[in-house]
């Protein structure tokens, strides 16, 4: 069993800066991947950015240049650095950890966190 736990969500005005986390604990071999999705109000949950384990990325081309993601394999733990934040990035962040467990592969959620921010 894995079990996140995200935080570093809250209410900013626009232009501003929030740093999302997302600990990863529990039994497993390893994480192949760890992501952030985002739910805005009355839309289908997006895929944001992608970190692989050797540390590539993938972003929405909605926050590319904006958003940084990044990850501490000794903590097991990923970051999102969200910088020059709009209202439209309003939206409960989850993430997204993808494991191997010997020749088995999970995914799993975290419970999300929400980020608003205000024009």
């Known amino acids: 069993q894995v079990q996140l736990v995200e935080s570093g969500g809250g209410l900013v005005q626009a232009g501003g800066s929030l740093r999302l986390s997302c600990a990863a604990s529990g039994s497993f071999s390893s994480i192949d991947a760890m992501n952030w999705y985002r739910q805005g109000p009355r839309k289908q949950r997006e895929l944001v950015a992608t970190?692989?384990?050797?540390?590539?990325?993938n972003y929405a081309d909605s926050v590319k240049g904006r958003f940084t993601s990044s990850r501490d394999n000794a903590k097991n733990t990923v970051y999102l650095q969200m910088n020059s934040l709009k209202p439209e990035d309003t939206a409960v962040y989850y993430c997204?950890?993808?494991?191997?467990?010997?020749?088995?592969?999970?995914?799993?959620w975290g419970q999300g966190t929400q980020v608003t921010v205000s024009s």
């Open positions: 997204n950890v993808r494991i191997s467990n010997g020749p088995f592969k999970y995914a799993y």
């Open positions: 970190i692989l384990s050797n540390s590539s990325t």
